[in-house]
């Protein structure tokens, strides 16, 4: 009986180690270890702290990249569409007297036809992934700024917006976005493991043409990890401009790569086929880390690109090395 008990801990042993989560999460350790070994203040609760009110954002555009990249594209316009969707809300409650609600609404429902447009262009018009969003990357980024007289759009000198308020105070000693976050990786969690929509969506991914024959609308599926992907973007950039009280036209600028570095670190495969939720949120805490790493070593702020860059080559490097083990179908 002992033996078999054993033997049943070392396969769950042996089945954790192989897991994307774990992968992502060894890199994260280690660079703990070295930066708190360098500098033994990096491990204060106060700076993870800090750093988690500034993770939420990119988490949450993440999560939205990575449903595209499930099935095997990509979004690089998650950036802009989260700025435009700040500055528009911020538009129609400072121009246009529109009370919280019906501003967001109407921001999360500009986002969507994003996503839409998004989908259009790359499942029925078959342009390439990366050429469509770009262009509307450029688009949106450029919409930005129609909406702005000034530099910013201030919601701090709004008396009947309270959301403001609500925003600046700390929940368990973290803020609300942060709460929102862990709300939607749950949910996000969920429905890819242990839904029917979920598996169909890795298996369109996976293999396109076997879902098809499986009587998947793969055309259908396609379209709405492109919407999914614009909503969540858009969530990010709306809480990002809530919490600081500013609607910024820079808002979003480079989230997309950062976003997209973050799934891959967190085993997202390029190919299609792979998601985990809590990998993602691993990847991007793993980016944010390493990023915070450089500046308490000393080393210069301009290196924390070169990072991002780093992280995402080694990401892809142990993709291609798994993707290559693979026994052919």
């Not at 749950?186 to 839904?195: L, N």
């Not at 979003?252 to 086929?273: K, M, Y």
């Amino acid at each position: 009986m002992e033996k078999k008990t054993v033997q049943k801990d070392h396969t769950l042993l042996k089945r954790l180690t192989r897991t994307d989560e774990f992968s992502a999460f060894i890199p994260l350790a280690l660079i703990c270890l070295v930066t708190t070994i360098i500098r033994p203040d990096f491990f204060r609760p106060s700076n993870f702290q800090a750093m988690f009110t500034q993770i939420p954002f990119i988490a949450i555009t993440a999560l939205g990249a990575s449903f595209p990249l499930m099935i095997g594209q990509v979004d690089i316009s998650t950036g802009r569409v989260a700025g435009f969707a700040g500055i528009l809300m911020s538009m129609l409650v400072i121009d246009h007297g529109w009370t919280a609600g019906p501003a967001i609404i109407f921001a999360m429902t500009c986002c969507l036809l994003i996503g839409l447009f998004n989908g259009l262009l790359v499942v029925h018009f078959k342009v390439p992934d990366f050429v469509a969003t770009m262009g509307t990357l450029y688009m949106v980024g450029g919409a930005r700024y129609l909406f702005i007289h000034g530099y910013q759009l201030s919601l701090n000198t709004l008396e009947n917006f309270p959301l403001v308020k609500v925003f600046d105070q700390r929940y368990f000693k973290m803020p609300l976005y942060f709460w929102i976050m862990l709300l939607l990786f749950a949910i996000g969690f969920v429905v890819i493991k242990y839904t029917v929509w979920g598996r169909y969506m890795l298996a369109v991914g996976d293999n396109r043409e076997v879902a098809k024959l499986c009587g998947i609308n793969v055309t259908k599926m396609r379209m709405e990890a492109y919407v999914i992907s614009s909503l969540l973007s858009g969530i990010a950039g709306i809480l990002l401009t809530l919490d600081i009280g500013l609607g910024l036209p820079e808002t979003g600028d480079g989230w997309e790569f950062r976003a997209i570095a973050g799934c891959v670190v967190g085993g997202v495969s390029l190919s299609g086929g792979k998601c985990s939720p809590l990998g993602i949120l691993i990847g991007v805490t793993l980016v944010f880390v390493a990023e915070n790493a450089i500046i308490f070593i000393g080393l210069p702020t301009t290196m924390r690109v070169a990072i991002q860059g780093l992280l995402m080559a080694a990401a892809v490097l142990f993709d291609v090395y798994k993707q290559s083990r693979k026994v052919p179908a």
